[in-house]
């Protein structure tokens, strides 16, 4: 369970990685739109062929690098307790208390501070200001 200040505290962390992870899913964008150009069709994988020309073989290994990568991006903002809900947007959600009640803690990149929760069941559209009758009762 987190805590307002301790979500706080890891937000310009998670600014740098996010911010990374969205410039990387538009480089994998790009690269994979242009490996569908260049062989004609959507690649049904990014494993070299024999069949695979220079620039294809380039553009395949290139995708799997940066894929391996983003990855691992998002495998850094879990190992900070984070649980990504929408890396298309940079969805993060932390688990934490209102009244006693377990909900998600809900931050998306962009926003400077911890701004937002949402019951457990309920999505990004659910999402409730902290006020600060309910910042008194975030427990941990």
Partial sequence: MFTIPEVNALIPTLNLIVAQQLREQSEIE???AELTQRIGRTPDTLELTS????DVRRLKRELRERIRRYESGWQRVRALGGIVKDPQIGLVDFFGRVEGRPVWLCWRYGEDSLAYYHELDAGYRGRRPIR???RRHLLN
Avoid: C, G
Avoid at 51 to 54: A, E, I, Q, S
């Fill in 30 to 32: 790009q690269r994979l």
């Fill in 132 to 134: 600060a009758d309910i």
């Fill in 51 to 54: 069949t695979d020309v220079p």
